[in-house]
């Protein structure tokens, strides 16, 4: 066999698998050395030359021409009845280079060869979609749904890469058929049993800072910066952001025209609610910022044990809590202190509109409610429960909720 029947296997690696040429003689050099080592016990006295393009390799043993009777390492010495055999030039004392050929191995050794090299590659492209996606770690990538299953959706990349997205890293309104284009960022990277595993996140905080970079170029610019994300992904999401430069409306700048530019990350986000905020170094301040859109009417601090007491008048309180209490949660995971909202007590005898707690009640039980002159709070704690179950058409558990929380709002 000669070495020129080696291009097969280079063109089979060399088209097929993304290695560049570097890589790739560096590749076949480091196998053919492991087998060199094997057959003749070193590589010291051999040079390997390969040629990608045209699929060509070639190796060279050196040794020493010495007299017959004064060989005493085969490999790094020759005699010189058999170095005048290659060329009857050679004289003791000159270095004999002889040509390895393919057929001076065994079937074994090239099936080896073969099997090594396919190793190597297999390797070398699993270290280089783990280092790949190493650097890509908080980044947006785009990808092919390929399969889905209950736990997770694999993903395919432009380069036919594999990636997961767990079901605990998807918005709970996320459906993708096979073939859909979905957009995660990259949450970690780990090798499992050699392999390389690329799980992605759309519930990440950084998928939604990402997406803001993307939408507003004052973020790359470095005139905008974000200063803290919390989320409850598909819910609600909160993000302070900050200006170095006075001539800037931080949040202006984030939200667009017409909000044009968060429309698009709202929909991304299968239409998470997005207050964005301006962050401020006076607590007081940041804190009524991160409770909008409630207006508060004085705020309470205490530094040591990261509390504070918000007070506010009584048709703010459910806009500052907010539908499932998202709003005040995330507020608090913002500014990093424990919000309590209480009615400002100033104002302890005024009455509530109803609708005010659309957040909390549904509206079809506020319209019935409506429907038979109940249009503030007091109205219907007024109302004995018998009369509004009948007046109404609900039902005794659901008005004995409604109660609940209107009382609550006076306590």
Not at 151 to 164: F, Q, S
Not at 219 to 233: Q, Y
Not at 388 to 400: H, Y
Request: aromatic share 8%.
């Amino acid at each position: 066999m000669d070495n020129r029947d080696l291009a097969p296997i280079f063109s089979e690696f060399k088209e097929y698998k993304n290695i560049d040429r570097e890589t790739m003689m560096r590749i076949l050099e480091d196998v053919f050395r492991s087998t060199l080592i094997k057959k003749f016990g070193s590589d010291d006295n051999f040079d390997i030359i390969v040629n990608i393009d045209k699929g060509d390799l070639q190796i060279f043993h050196y040794r020493e021409c010495v007299p017959d009777e004064e060989v005493t390492d085969p490999n790094s010495q020759i005699s010189y009845s058999d170095a005048i055999k290659i060329e009857p030039d050679f004289e003791v004392g000159e270095e004999v280079a002889e040509e390895i050929f393919m057929k001076d191995f065994g079937r074994r050794e090239i099936l080896s060869i073969r099997q090594a090299l396919a190793t190597k590659v297999q390797e070398y492209e699993k270290d280089n979609v783990y280092q790949k996606y190493k650097e890509c770690i908080g980044e947006i990538v785009t990808g092919e749904v390929y399969q889905t299953w209950r736990k997770e959706i694999m993903v395919l990349d432009n380069d036919n890469i594999e990636l997961i997205l767990p079901k605990s890293e998807q918005i709970p309104a996320d459906f993708y058929r096979k073939g859909e284009t979905i957009r995660a960022v990259v949450s970690r990277v780990e090798m499992k049993n050699g392999n390389p595993v690329i799980i992605l996140s759309r519930t990440s905080p950084a998928f939604l800072e990402r997406l803001f970079e993307q939408e507003v170029p004052e973020f790359t610019d470095g005139l905008i910066t974000t200063k803290k994300i919390v989320r409850v992904p598909g819910e609600r999401a909160k993000i302070a952001v900050e200006s170095y430069d006075d001539r800037i409306d931080p949040v202006g700048a984030c939200v667009g025209m017409r909000g044009s530019r968060i429309h698009g990350i709202v929909r991304e986000l299968k239409n998470e609610n997005i207050d964005v905020i301006n962050y401020s170094s006076n607590p007081s301040v940041y804190i009524q910022r991160a409770l909008s859109p409630a207006k508060v009417t004085n705020i309470i601090i205490n530094e040591k044990t990261k509390k504070a007491d918000v007070y506010m008048k009584p048709d703010q309180v459910s806009l500052a809590i907010g539908k499932g209490g998202y709003n005040i949660k995330l507020a608090g995971k913002l500014t990093g202190y424990e919000i309590d909202v209480y009615r400002d007590t100033d104002i302890e005898n005024e009455d509530v509109d109803l609708q005010e707690f659309h957040d909390e009640i549904d509206q079809w039980i506020i319209d019935a409610l409506l429907e038979i002159g109940c249009d503030t709070a007091k109205s219907v704690l007024s109302l004995p429960v018998e009369d509004i179950m009948k007046r109404a058409d609900l039902d005794e558990e659901t008005v004995l909720e409604v109660k609940h929380i209107l009382k609550e709002e006076f306590e």
